[in-house]
């Protein structure tokens, strides 16, 4: 079955350091998404791409970049860490044909940076 | 830009009884519109989606919700919940522009208590 993973599911890390979250999805969807979830605040959209080398801001992404060279992976990558990042991030994949699609959630990296 | 308000951060409910979830939205442009559930520990899974037509839409799960167009609101139904329907669960909306970005509500917490 066709299906998005994350990695790792939980990170513990420090200020300062460089992290990379992985996304992965086996759909061959054109559209992937990163978010995180915060208590309070829903799911805030980070970055996102639409296709091979797209790459877009979203409403929270400083301090984070994404870059897109397949179609199966977008990597979620926190340049230098900071305890405002910690949080849960979900990665989400939609098939892109139309503004209708419907987004597919992996299950979430717990991040704590201290 | 959108904007989402769920109007209540958490609802107690016992087994068996009926359920109304409130979302109400903003945005400058038509939307479509969208209800995801987050059960524990997991990512989030489509309920049911709004995007033309009949106003009142079925979901998964005997979920419904109904468009209000002249309240702008989206409120999440069902008339008889069970302990599995513990969950959070966030309202969204995507806008009618060719892309599938969405913003999201802060999430209602669904209590079910037997």
């Known amino acids: 079955d066709a299906e998005i993973t994350q990695s790792p599911r939980h990170k513990i890390t420090e200020t300062g350091r460089q992290v990379t979250l992985a996304c992965h999805q086996t759909w061959n969807h054109n559209n992937m998404f990163w978010y995180r979830q915060d208590l309070g605040h829903g799911l805030r959209l980070i970055h996102y791409s639409y296709g091979v080398q797209d790459t877009n801001k979203g409403e929270v992404s400083d301090g984070y970049s994404v870059s897109r060279s397949n179609t199966e992976d977008l990597p979620l990558t926190l340049e230098s860490a900071a305890s405002s990042q910690t949080s849960v991030y979900f990665c989400?994949?939609?098939?892109?044909?139309?503004?209708?699609?419907?987004?597919?959630f992996g299950p979430g990296t717990r991040l704590t940076v201290l | 830009a959108q904007s989402v308000t769920q109007l209540d951060s958490q609802v107690p409910v016992f087994e068996e009884a009926p359920v109304e979830l409130r979302c109400n939205y903003s945005s400058s442009v038509s939307v479509y519109l969208f209800w995801y559930v987050q059960y524990p520990n997991q990512g989030l899974q489509l309920l049911l989606k709004y995007l033309s037509g009949s106003t009142l839409v079925k979901g998964i799960n005997g979920f419904e919700a109904e468009f209000n167009k002249s309240q702008t609101s989206f409120h999440l139904r069902k008339p008889s919940v069970h302990i599995s329907d513990t969950a959070e669960y966030f309202c969204?909306?995507?806008?009618?522009?060719?892309?599938?970005?969405?913003?999201f509500g802060k999430g209602t917490m669904l209590l079910v208590s037997p």
């Open positions: 989400a994949s939609s098939e892109g044909l139309a503004d209708t699609d419907t987004q597919y």
């Open positions: 969204a909306v995507s806008p009618f522009s060719g892309y599938s970005t969405l913003t």
